[in-house]
C-alpha cells in the first residue's frame, strides 16, 4: 500500500485500499445516525452484519473521528445506542458523531489488522493507539562511533550499527536502555564527547578526569579518560549485544546473586538498584525472545478465511504480514502467486521502517501467542509453492 507521510493526515473520503486482498472484505455502507436511539438501533438491526469488521464514526464535516473493529459488527454498534453506554468515552464519541460507516472483515484477525491500517492512515482524533503522534512501540539500538552504546528510538538511522524491535512499551524500553548501559559498562553521555582510550598513543603525558560520577560509580569504564582500552571496551558492547541476541543471559544469574548478596549483607538501597536492573533486563529478555520466536517460526503461508466460502493467504516473513492474496484457484493466480512466494522466501527479514509495519508485526505476534494452535496451519514458503504447482498441473491436464 502506498507509503503515508507521517505528520500529514488526508481528507477522509473513504477507507481506502488495504494490504489484505479485496476477497476478505465486504461492501462498505455508510449511514447518517438517526437522532432517536432506538430508530438508530433498528438501523443497525436492519442493515449491520453479525460478522466481524472495522466501523468508523464521521462527525459533522465528514471526518473519521473514530475507528473500532469488532468480531461482531452489530452488537458491538448497538452498544453505543444502549440506554446506558458502557463506557463515559463511547457516549461521546456517539454525541461527536453524525454518521457511521462499516466494512465487514472475514475474520477477527483480519479486522485487527484492517482497524491499524485505518488508524495510521486518517488519524482519528479518539484514537489514542496506533498513531505517528501518539503510543508508539520503539527499537533499542547498538552504536555511536568510537564508544558505542545503547539507546533508545523511535526510528532507525544509521547511527544503529544493531538494531533490535519493535518493541511495545516505551518507557519500560528506556529503563531497560538505562540498565543495558549501566550493568555492561557502557557510556550514556552525548555522542560529541570526546573518547580517549589508554591504548592510544600521545605525545604529551596529559591526565584526564572522567566527565560524569558514572566512572566513580564503577558503572562505566571512562572511556572520555583514558581509564580502559579500546578492546576491553569493545568487550563490554559484545557482551550486550549478546544479551539482547539471547546468546549470552548470565548476567541475569550474576545481578540475581549480587542482589541477594547486597540483601544478606543489609546493603538494602544497593539491593533495590540490582532488583530494579534485574526487572528490566527480565523484561527485555522476555520480549526479546518473543521477537526471536517470530523471526525464526512465523514464516511461512498462514491460510485463513475469506468470503463466500474462499480462503486467502497471509504472507508472514518474520512475523511481519508482507502481502495478501487469494488461495490460488486458478492458473493465472497460481503464477502470480508462485512468483510471490519465491520473492518473500529468499528475502532477509524486513525491518519495519514506520509505526504501522511495527504495529502490525506485533499484532501478528500477539495473535500467535492467543491462538498458538495457528502454528500448525502456517504452510512453509515451498510447500505453498508446491500448492500452486499443482494448481498448475490440475488446469493442464483439465485443458487437456
Known sequence: MPKLIENQIPNFNGFGTSVLVQQTRGRIKRH?????RMKARALLRDHCPLTPGVYGWLDDRDQL?????????????????????ADKKAERIRQHSKKLIWEPISNELLALIREQELIYRWRPEFNTQGQPTKRQPAFICIGGGQAPNAFFTRRITEKSESSFGPIAGTSRLRSAVETINQCFQLRDCADKTKFKFNNQL???????????????????????AAHCSSRIYQTNVDNARQFILGKDRSILVRLDQQMQTAASSKSFEKAAILR????????????????????????????????????????????????????????????ATIKRL???????????????????????????????????????????????????????RQTA
Open 32 to 36: 447518517p445516525i438517526p437522532c432517536d
Open 65 to 85: 473521528c473514530y475507528v473500532g473493529k469488532s468480531k461482531s459488527l452489530r452488537n458491538r454498534l448497538l452498544s453505543y445506542f444502549a440506554k446506558t453506554p
Open 202 to 224: 600521545t605525545l604529551f603525558d596529559n591526565p584526564l578526569t572522567a566527565q560524569c560520577i558514572r566512572f566513580e560509580l564503577g558503572t562505566c569504564p571512562g572511556p572520555c
Open 276 to 335: 530494579d536492573h534485574l526487572s528490566n533486563l527480565n523484561w527485555l529478555d522476555r520480549r526479546m525472545s518473543a521477537l526471536r520466536d517470530a523471526e525464526e517460526t512465523y514464516n511461512g503461508v498462514l491460510p485463513i478465511e475469506a468470503r463466500k466460502n474462499r480462503e486467502a493467504w497471509l504472507f508472514l516473513k518474520g512475523g511481519q504480514l508482507v502481502g495478501s492474496a487469494v488461495a490460488p484457484d486458478s492458473e493465472e493466480r497460481a503464477i
Open 342 to 396: 519465491t520473492e518473500v522466501s529468499i528475502a532477509e527479514n524486513p525491518i519495519p521502517d514506520n509505526l504501522m509495519e511495527m504495529n502490525l508485526q506485533l499484532i501478528v505476534i500477539a495473535w500467535f501467542r492467543k491462538h498458538p494452535q495457528l502454528k500448525n496451519s502456517l504452510i512453509p514458503f515451498d510447500d505453498a509453492v508446491d500448492i500452486c504447482e499443482r494448481r498448475l498441473n490440475g488446469d493442464i
